[in-house]
Structures are given as C-alpha cells and as structure tokens.
C-alpha cells in the first residue's frame, strides 16, 4: 500500500525500532515505479518524512532496469 503522510510513514518504520535481543540494526528499503507520476511524487515525500524522522538516505546508484516488455 503506498503512503505518502509522515505521521503514518514514522508508526511504521518506528515498529521496526521496537527492541528484540537479535536485532542490531534497522535497515529499510523503499521501492517505488517511477513511471507513475503520483507514485513518484508520493516517494519524494517519503523522502522528505524519512529525513524528518532523522534516517540517513542513500540512493540508488544505478538505474532502474525495465523488463524487455515495459515501455515508459
């Protein structure tokens, strides 16, 4: 489900932070189809919410591959 409202992006990446003995560290990977525009906008604000909330973000370094069959 896609979200874009800081406040629903903060519950769910704070679960994560939720203590456990294992854990050692909370990684999150967040995808998004940039071919559709309102998907990417609603990524941009993630962005900006994850900044917000103090995570370091570290972008992709290579672009995205398409399926031989996908046309943008």
Known sequence: MPISWKGTLQQYVGRLHRLHADKRFVQVYDYVDSYVLMLARMYERRLK????????????????????????
């Open 49 to 72: 919410g994850y900044a917000a909330i103090g995570y370091e973000i570290e972008q992709e370094t290579s672009a995205p591959r398409l399926p031989a069959s996908a046309h943008p």
